[in-house]
C-alpha cells in the first residue's frame, strides 16, 4: 500500500484578500465592542443617576416626613393622654383631682407645642387645609375643657360630665382623627 503525501491547503482567498477581511472583522468586532461599552456606560450612568433620586427622596424623607410623622403620633398620643386624665377628672373626688390636673396641664402644653410645630412645618397646599382643621379642632376642645374644669369646680360634675360627653370627646376625637389624616 501506498501513502499519499498529504496535501497542502490553499486558502480560495489570496493572502492580501485575506488580511482585508481580516481587517474588516477586527474593525467590526471594534465597532460593536464599543457599542457594547457605550450601552455598559448608559446603563451605569442610568443607575446612579436613579441611585442618587433615591437617595435624595430618602433624605427628604428622614428629613421632613419622619419628623412630621413623629410630631403627628406625639400630637395623638398626648390627646389621647388628655381625654383619659379628663375621664378620671370626671369621676375624682375633690381631693384627688389635685393631682391630675398637672398631668392635664402637661398634655395640654404638649398639644399646644406639637399644633405649633406642625403649623411651622408642614407647607403642602393639601396638608395646610387639614392643619388649620387640626388648629381648630384644637381650639376647640381648649375651650371646652375649660369649661368643664369650671363645672367640675363649681361642684357639678355631672353637667360637666354631659358637656364632656357632648362636646369635649367629639372635639377630642376629631383631634385624633385630623392628626392620622395627616399621617
Known sequence: MQ??????????VGAAGLRGGSQALSTQLAAAFAALLALLLLVV????????????????????????????QDLATHAQGHGAAMARLLTAQRA????????LDAESAAMDRLT????QRITEREALVLVKALDLARQRYREVFAEVGVWIESGEPARAAALFAAEG????????TLAGDLA
Open 116 to 119: 405649633a410645630e406642625l403649623k
Open 96 to 103: 384627688q383631682r389635685e393631682g391630675i390636673y398637672p398631668s
Open 169 to 176: 370627646q367629639p372635639a377630642l376625637d376629631r383631634l385624633v
Open 45 to 72: 450612568a442610568l443607575s446612579a443617576w436613579h441611585l442618587r433620586a433615591v437617595q435624595l427622596a430618602a433624605d427628604r424623607v428622614a428629613r421632613e416626613e419622619w419628623p412630621r410623622l413623629l410630631a403627628l
Open 3 to 12: 501513502v499519499e503525501p498529504p496535501t497542502q491547503y490553499t486558502p480560495a
